[in-house]
């Protein structure tokens, strides 16, 4: 049976064994959120050995080549000698700038890096808390216009990041842990084409940047931006500001029990209509497949669903 190894710590495991629960059953803590390959938060390094990975596009090739593997896609069938990523050491120090409530349920934050974090709208990355969770949250920011990357974090329900976000206080630390480019994006290729953005509650947060960073670039063409959300949108005022300002842009903001009609009578404007989707996973499901059903090809329909984790008994 093969063996892993950890800083000087060997132990055996069972051919095929998931490489996550084989270090997680040593006693390693590894975190890990969504086990499918999504949210990054199982990296570790294999130093030696090589695991069977399921999902090897999930890295980025530059990554790969440095020996990162998501634990969570990988299985044991040969020794390994592995090393956990360590916020500490491979992070970047962030410290708290501001938090301050948009809503009744979504908090604010913003980070000021302690050197600046080269991303786009749209992606996002992993925070790592003092005590050592690690989650993904979607950057609402965007890299040209604002020096502090902010984060939308809903805290509706009891979450084991949320409740340790209600807690900061300006100065905190936090570390930042591996960017992920996910699907969101603006590229000024589509400038002149429709723009589809459909966000349920949070989910609102990367097409906040997304939506922001169009504009910056002088987007020609047509914006619609559906918000289903709890009662109103936690950026209501904000959008309405922008729309007024861009008369290219159209805000639609729905409760959840008006989904499924508005998703009956949702129409493309254009075969060349770009879709960006964000939200659960349901949510994103259902709009994707709307909008294909509608008549837009898969390739212009854009989803990132987030993974929500209630706290851990």
Known sequence: MPEITHQGMTWTVATG???????????????HSCRAGSCHVCLVRCLDGEPDDAHPEALDPARRLEGWRLACQCSVSENLSVAVFDPAREGLPAHVQGLDWLSE?????????????????????????ANGL???????????????LEFHIDCARPGAFSNVARSLAKGD???????????LRYDPDWQSRPLLLMAAGTGLAPLW??????????????????HVCRVHS???????????????????????????????????????????ICGGSDFVDACSKRMFLAG??????????????????
């Open 296 to 313: 837009l090809p898969r390739g212009q329909i854009l989803g990132d669903a987030f993974i929500t984790r209630q706290v851990e008994g």
């Open 209 to 226: 940047g997304v939506l922001r960073e169009a504009l910056r670039q002088g987007h020609e063409g047509p914006i619609r931006l559906i």
């Open 234 to 276: 936690y950026l209501q005022a904000a959008l309405a500001d922008l729309a007024e300002q861009h008369a290219n842009l159209s805000v639609e903001m729905i409760v959840r029990e008006q989904l499924a009609g508005r998703l009956q009578a949702l129409r493309v404007t254009s075969r060349h209509e770009m879709a960006l």
């Open 17 to 31: 064994t998931n490489l996550l629960d084989a270090l997680n059953g040593a006693g390693l803590n590894v975190p």
């Open 105 to 129: 349920h979504v908090l604010r934050l913003r980070l000021i890096p302690e050197r600046p974090l080269r991303y786009h709208a749209g992606q996002h990355v992993l925070l790592w808390s």
């Open 134 to 148: 690690a989650r993904p949250y979607s950057l609402a920011s965007i890299p040209f216009d604002e020096r502090w």
């Open 173 to 183: 630390q936090l570390m930042l842990g591996q960017l992920h480019a996910g699907a």
